[in-house]
C-alpha cells in the first residue's frame, strides 16, 4: 500500500501557529464593528469544552474554503469572542458549515478535527494520559498546544486516496507527548524524535 505524510511541512506549520497563539492568549478578532478587543479566553475554554472543539472546526472549514491561514484565524477568534462576549458581533454571521465538525471523510482536515475534540474532551488513549490532568496547559502559554498538534500531524499517514490511516497511532504520540511534556521522568517508547516537533525535517523514508 502506498502511504505518505498527510500533512506537507507548509500544513503543519500553519496548523501549528494556529494553535500557538490560541494557547498563548492571542487569538483575538479584529474588525471595525466591535474594534480590537483584547480579553482572556483562557475561563471559557476552561468551563465549555465545546468552546475549543468548535474553535478548531471554524478554523480548520475556512482554511479548507479559503486556503488563507489569516482568514481562517480571524474566523475562529471572531466565533471564540461571540462564544466567550455573547454581546461580540459577527460579521458576516458564522454560517452552519463554518461549524461542521470531522464528516467521516477521513483526510487530513477532518482528522484534525477529530484532534480538537479529542483534545478538548480528553478522549485520549488512556494508559498514556492516566492521572495527568493537561488541561491547565492548553491556554497557559502556546508551546504546549503548537508541539502537541506538531506531533500529531507529523506522524499522520494517508494512502494513495488521500485517506488517513494511522489516525490512533498518531493521536497516541501526540498523548505519549503530552505525558512527557508535564512529566519528564516518563519515558516515551519510542522517544520522541525531533522531527515530530518539527526540529528538522520528517524522514523521507516511511516505516
Not at 482568514?71 to 458581533?89: M, V
Not at 492521572?131 to 496547559?137: A, L, Q
Not at 486516496?161 to 498523548?175: F, H, M, P, S
Request: charged share 25%.
Amino acid at each position: 500500500m502506498v502511504k505518505c505524510y498527510a500533512a506537507n511541512s507548509e500544513l503543519v506549520e500553519q496548523v501549528a501557529f494556529f494553535a500557538f497563539i490560541l494557547g498563548n492568549g492571542s487569538l483575538l478578532p479584529q474588525n471595525s464593528i466591535n474594534h480590537d478587543i483584547e480579553y482572556d479566553y483562557e475561563e471559557c475554554i476552561m468551563e465549555d469544552p465545546r468552546v475549543l472543539v468548535e474553535v478548531f472546526c471554524v478554523y480548520v472549514n475556512n482554511y479548507v474554503n479559503s486556503a488563507d491561514p489569516s482568514i481562517a484565524e480571524q474566523r475562529a477568534a471572531q466565533w471564540l469572542a461571540h462564544q466567550c462576549l455573547p454581546e461580540y458581533t459577527i460579521d458576516p454571521p458564522i454560517e452552519p458549515w463554518e461549524l461542521l465538525e470531522s464528516q467521516g471523510k477521513g483526510d487530513v482536515f477532518d482528522a484534525i478535527k477529530a484532534f480538537g475534540r479529542a483534545i478538548a474532551f480528553g478522549d485520549l488513549p488512556g494508559e498514556y494520559i492516566e492521572g495527568i490532568d493537561y488541561s491547565e496547559y492548553l491556554s497557559v502559554g502556546g508551546s504546549f498546544l503548537e508541539e502537541v498538534i506538531k506531533v500529531f500531524l507529523n506522524n499522520l499517514l494517508v494512502n494513495e486516496d488521500g485517506i488517513v490511516i494511522n489516525y490512533r497511532e498518531a493521536l497516541k504520540r501526540a498523548t505519549q507527548y503530552i505525558r512527557y511534556y508535564i512529566d519528564k521522568s516518563y519515558a516515551v517508547n519510542p522517544p520522541i524524535a525531533g522531527w515530530e516537533v518539527g526540529e528538522y525535517d520528517r524522514p523521507d523514508t516511511l516505516q
